[in-house]
């Protein structure tokens, strides 16, 4: 019996004990709680702050870089301009090739077409021949 008397005085100091303790245990719970709460809310200031600070920078940049690509583009069209004026004047010389080539092809034409009149008239001229020299001579 006892031991029954001091169980139960062991268990009702312990429980003392927890009541006792229960409102520090509770104000260490709140404060670990109102810290994480801070570090939370200062993680999000920060990050808000650094997204702010990159907002900026971007607007401060945005000028520069329309500039940038303002002058690729020109850059770029420049070179699409100068690709084009190069192949016109290759396309004119081309043509000017051309013409002058064809001017040449009918000279060699029409050089060949009188050189056949000529040899075709000089061979009608000597059949020709032939024949009055076959007419006019007797037969053998």
Request: aromatic residues 0%; without cysteine; charged residues 50%.
């Amino acid at each position: 019996m006892r031991d029954q008397k001091d169980q139960a005085a062991e268990e009702a100091k312990r429980r003392e004990k927890r009541i006792e303790e229960e409102p520090a245990q509770l104000a260490r719970e709140q404060a670990r709680m109102e810290t994480g709460l801070a570090r939370e809310q200062a993680i999000q200031r920060e990050q808000a702050e650094k997204e702010a600070q990159r907002k900026e920078k971007r607007i401060e940049e945005e000028p520069a870089q329309l500039a940038r690509e303002q002058a690729r583009r020109e850059t770029g069209l420049a070179r699409e301009q100068a690709i084009q004026k190069e192949q016109a004047g290759r396309g004119a010389k081309r043509k000017e090739k051309r013409i002058e080539e064809e001017a040449a092809q009918l000279a060699r034409e029409q050089a060949r077409r009188e050189t056949d009149l000529a040899r075709e008239q000089a061979i009608a001229e000597d059949q020709e021949a032939r024949r009055r020299k076959a007419k006019n001579q007797p037969p053998e």
